[in-house]
């Protein structure tokens, strides 16, 4: 899957929410790079992890 794509969306989707929480997402594939990018450029609180287990790991602190 092209993971620019799904970065993408994510971004607009938490746009529309006003999402003030941080958001943990997991990106492997295509164009990784260039989501993990965008999501950094978009200065909002969305975290991408390469590890599914270490995006669980974040996302369970982030919680607390």
């Known amino acids: 899957m092209r993971c620019d794509v799904i ?7 938490a746009k529309e929410l006003e999402m003030t929480i941080p958001l943990i997402v997991r990106l492997q594939g295509t164009k990784e790079k260039e989501a993990k990018e965008l999501i950094r450029e978009s200065n909002m609180k969305i975290f991408a992890y390469d590890n ?3 995006a669980a790991a974040e996302a369970v602190k982030a919680a607390q």
């Open 7 to 13: 970065a993408e969306g994510i971004i607009l989707a």
């Open 52 to 54: 599914l287990d270490e």
